[in-house]
């Protein structure tokens, strides 16, 4: 048994101290009959529970490119549920694209690529849903560069029809489940597939899609990775656009501010619009060029004078 990991499940679950272990242990059924522990509680608090059950791990496995070709890391975690919970978390942590926020000097906030939230609950389900005695598979998190997918042994539950999916719970273990429950890490009224959802919705993801017949699987899309080439045209293109609207704009104001007074020098438009006079003097030559202004006598007595197009 992981004694500290007890200790920590007492705390978060709001244990008063004066309690006993013994009598909290009775009190959460974690022995059988004859006193032994019963499988969940091995699963739960054992420090090694995979050496009771062969798969009773999460395999964490991340591939280059969108096919399950070429494996670039490859991942095991056993230890008791939560610690498999918490290091396949800091795994997902790591290969995505996360974002840090400091306001007011407080602590900084993390911005996940996906949000953290979609994969703690995604993660708590597979590890109270899954089916330990299937000894063929494991639950395994697979890392694409278009996706994430999660994936464990046992579809829906036979008390959940498919058309119920997202509207109500039932574990198959509900020992595991009511123990993560005690430590407010999963909801009992089925919720959790609408809040993935509306999570993935907020930040312009879509909703998450579910294989739920043998293997239960959920996929989760991944924000479009552009290559460095198109990201260079596409900044090329941006600067262009700008350029060109700039350009325009400045256009627009010289004409009116002629418009207003003929006599304005280059300087005062310079002035005006906050340009250069070189940039005044760029626009200037190429709308002389284009035929739309011209100038009337010396540069100091001279004025500038719009010319209708009739076309």
């Not at 009992?188 to 597939?193: A, H, N, P, T």
């Not at 998450?208 to 989760?220: A, D, Q």
């Not at 700008?242 to 006599?263: D, P, Q």
Request: charged letters at 30%; a positive charge; aromatic letters at 10%.
């Amino acid at each position: 048994m992981d004694v500290d990991f007890f200790k920590e499940f007492r705390a978060n679950a709001g244990y008063s101290a004066h309690i006993e272990n013994n009598q909290i242990m009775r009190n959460l059924k974690l022995f059988d009959d004859e006193g032994n522990f019963k499988n969940g509680s091995v699963l739960f608090f054992g420090k090694k529970p995979e050496d009771f059950f062969d798969t009773a791990i999460i395999r964490c496995v991340a591939f280059d490119g969108v096919d399950k070709v070429q494996i670039i890391d490859d991942k095991i975690f056993g230890g008791t549920l939560m610690n498999q919970y918490r290091q396949a978390m800091q795994w997902l942590k790591q290969k995505l694209n996360v974002r840090y926020i400091i306001e007011g000097g407080g602590p900084r906030k993390e911005l996940w690529e996906i949000p953290e939230s979609v994969f703690k609950e995604s993660l708590i389900n597979a590890l109270s849903h899954r089916d330990y005695y299937d000894q063929g598979s494991k639950i395994i998190v697979e890392f694409f560069d278009d996706r994430v997918e999660i994936t464990n042994p046992g579809g829906l539950v036979s008390a959940i029809r498919p058309e119920e999916f997202g509207f109500k719970s039932h574990s198959r273990n509900p020992l595991i489940f009511g123990l993560f429950n005690r430590m407010n890490m999963v909801e009992q009224v089925g919720s959790g597939i609408g809040r993935i959802s509306k999570d993935m919705e907020t930040i312009g993801l879509p909703s998450p899609v579910y294989k739920t017949i043998g293997l239960f699987t959920v996929i989760f899309k991944r924000v479009e990775k552009r290559s460095k080439k198109i990201t260079a045209d596409i900044n090329v293109k941006t600067r262009v656009k700008t350029r060109v609207k700039t350009r325009v704009k400045t256009r627009g104001g010289i004409l009116a501010a002629i418009s207003k007074n003929n006599k304005i020098t280059r300087e005062e438009l310079a002035i005006q619009l906050g340009i250069t006079v070189k940039g005044v003097d760029w626009q200037i030559k190429k709308m002389k060029e284009e035929g739309i202004l011209n100038r009337i006598g010396s540069r100091k007595g001279g004025y500038w004078e719009l010319i209708e197009n009739d076309s």
